[in-house]
């Protein structure tokens, strides 16, 4: 099997999906995204060398350039670990086939490479390259320096998958790349070690003499080894079949059973939330969420901002409302036909997650009552929040979740995961934060600070007061877009 027919494969595999028309309008928009990256990266691909130039004068701008390099790297493995996937195709199909395991696994790092991450730094580089043409710099010294730039990029490409195979089982993953990557940070900058000195002087030695551009490449082909390896080890039919046996941990969840007949169903979603990797880390993100206030409320600059409070607030107050209820139903989504196909009403459904999002609301203002040592009217604003969210968001967030169309991995790793997260999940961000936001500055502006949280609490007690009218017609929505749904899940995205 050829490269093109590896590559028809996937063409028809990505237009023939559920997902592409709905994701037309999100497409559109990153392509958007990516356009301006790539002129702001070419603007600051041009103007780095006149800039410079006017600047610092007596330095050579290429030497400043390469002085910053370190950064540019710790900051490129960052978001990369963050963002970037190592990029999938459905291999079982082609594991019953006489294609050759090596073949699938070098179309797959191949594909890699081409990824859109890798080739956005060209558009400064190039432009920097041939401003330093331009100023007389000598042309093949010029070139090297530009192919060894670009190797660094791929070296990032590769080493990220490495990251990431290694810190896969972590629960939070991220935090070991965000210590190494500090702590070198914090190592250069106290010039304990000053590692953007041996970069800038190994890139310098490359573009005085030529040939040592073998290191580099030497190190991308070792990486690029490591993963191939690492890739062709586990592409096997019964790979994903062996697990690791775990002790199982129960938990008493009796104190469900007061909420009647939508226990059950909260039952699932806790042991769903404790079981798995990714809705685990609604989890961690609550006591991120309850400290968030700390960021702003002891700074002074804030102060004399309290119609900020209102959006602290909604942020404080609703944060597992937000990351969790954002995914509502694909967290069940490996199941969903087989929950859909059962005798249950969807009413109970949605039931047991709203009253799951509203007590975790209630538990969060509660928790964050402390806050009222920076003032009372902290802690008013947090109460008008709550009820905000109880009466409007809980009922807004579900209704988005009749939108979800994309499948939840729940074993993949937690933190920074964007599996799953589709059109839905960015727009619900308007409605969640921004409209409450605006209601209470417009009415802090216009009248004072008490008004703007009572009508914040006026309108959640509306929501409250037309609960079942609101629950009823998102259940009919999401009875009319049952279908949809199944068969959406039953795809792999």
């Known amino acids: 099997m050829t490269l093109k027919h590896f590559i028809n494969l996937e063409w028809k595999q990505y237009f023939r999906s559920s997902y592409w028309q709905k994701n037309i309008a999100l497409n559109i928009l990153l392509v958007f995204v990516g356009l301006y990256f790539m002129f702001s990266f070419l603007a600051l691909g041009v103007a ?39 990029p999938t195709m459905s291999v079982k199909p082609l594991l019953i086939l006489p294609v050759k395991r090596s073949k699938v696994v ?9 990824s859109f991450i890798n080739f956005l730094p060209l558009f400064a580089i190039v432009p920097f390259g041939i401003m330093l043409l331009a100023n007389n710099y000598d042309s093949v010294s010029v070139v090297f320096w530009m192919i060894t730039l670009f190797t660094i990029t791929l070296i ?29 940070f914090a190592l250069n900058y106290f010039d304990i070690v000053s590692f953007s000195s041996f970069i ?76 798995n990797k990714r809705p685990k880390s609604t989890v961690f993100l609550v006591i991120f969420g309850l400290l968030y206030g700390l960021i702003f409320y002891p700074n002074p600059d804030y102060a004399d901002k309290p119609w900020f409070y209102g959006f602290i607030g909604i942020f404080v107050t609703g944060i597992f409302l937000i990351n969790f209820g954002q995914f509502v139903p694909a967290w069940d989504s490996g199941y969903y036909k087989m929950l859909m196909s ?19 609301v209630v538990i969060l203002f509660v928790l964050s009552i402390p806050y009222v040592y920076f003032g009372w009217k902290i802690l008013l604003a947090h ?50 934060m921004i409209l409450p936001l605006a209601i209470f500055g417009v009415v802090y502006w216009l009248v004072n600070f008490e008004i703007a949280c009572l009508v ?38």
């Open 383 to 432: 109460f008008a929040a709550a009820i905000y969210n109880i009466g409007i968001n809980t009922h807004v967030i579900l209704l988005g979740g009749s939108y979800n169309r994309k499948k939840i991995d729940l074993n993949q790793r937690a933190a920074f995961n964007y599996q799953g997260t589709g059109a839905v999940q960015w727009l619900i961000g308007l409605p969640l």
């Open 156 to 184: 990032g490409n590769f080493l990220n998958f490495i990251i990431e195979n290694l810190l896969a089982e972590s629960e939070l993953s991220f935090l070991p790349i965000v210590v190494v990557a500090g702590s070198l």
């Open 106 to 114: 070098n179309y797959v790092l191949g594909k890699s490479v081409l």
């Open 342 to 360: 059962q005798n249950i009403k969807y009413k109970q459904y949605l039931k047991s997650k709203f009253t799951l999002m509203s007590l975790s």
């Open 456 to 493: 914040l609490v006026i309108i959640g007690v509306l929501g409250i007061v037309f609960h079942q009218k609101l629950m009823k017609l998102i259940v009919d929505k999401y009875l009319a877009s049952k279908y949809k749904m199944i068969d959406a899940f039953s795809q792999d995205n």
């Open 200 to 275: 800038s002087k190994g890139v310098t030695a490359i573009y005085n003499t030529p040939i040592f551009i073998i290191v580099p490449i030497l190190f991308l082909v070792v990486l690029y080894i490591i993963n191939y390896k690492s890739l062709k080890g586990k592409l096997y039919l019964d790979s994903g079949l062996k697990t690791n046996i775990k002790e199982v941990q129960t938990s008493n969840l009796e104190w469900t059973k007061r909420f009647g007949d939508v226990a059950p169903f909260m039952q699932l979603d806790l042991k769903l939330i404790w079981r």
């Open 48 to 86: 780095l060398y006149p800039i410079l130039k006017e600047h610092y004068p007596a330095q050579d701008p290429l030497h400043i350039v390469n002085n910053y390099l370190f950064y540019w790297i710790i900051a490129d493995l960052l978001i990369r670990f963050f963002f970037q996937k190592l």
